[in-house]
């Protein structure tokens, strides 16, 4: 974004005159104006099937979550200094998707410790599974007893997981 100016109205019609003489308070309003989108990292389109979900840890860094052709999860994180993303942990690690129309959702706590979640065959059985990075390698927190699609997972101010999903199976 670039900063276009500071107007009087919220429809930023009236530019405003900093000349003038102010004898009450006022307000003013910024207008920002997109530039462009620009691309981080090389391109992940060979491998994505399913939709992304993007984080950044308190960094700055951004991690993705994404469903691949062959039906893993991933998740990357950009490295700047190499300007390429880079897969967190061993996939392999991860519980297999059920399916390859699942959505993988996407969080970090406030130690920037990631976490998925996404339907998971667990025993034969699909089931929403929470999957945690811990110190090389994922680990499952947990799964619920149900089957559930777009699920989100978010924290409260003591880390304790939360996860949505809509119960449609």
Known sequence: YVFSGWYSDSEWTN???????????????????????????????????????????????????????????????????????QTVGDPTSLIQPWGEQISVTLALDSRDTPYVAYLGNIAQSPKLAVMRYNGGIWESVGSVNEMGSESSIAFDEEDTPYISYINDF
Do not use: C
């Open 15 to 85: 530019a405003y005159d900093f000349s003038a003489a102010v004898n009450a308070d006022i307000t003013l309003y910024a207008k920002w104006t997109m530039t462009s989108w620009g691309q981080v990292g090389n391109a992940m389109d060979g491998q994505v099937t399913r939709q992304s979900s993007v984080v950044f840890d308190s960094k700055g860094t951004p991690y993705v979550a994404v469903l691949t052709w062959n039906q893993e999860v991933l998740v990357k994180k950009y490295v700047k200094e190499a300007d390429e993303w």
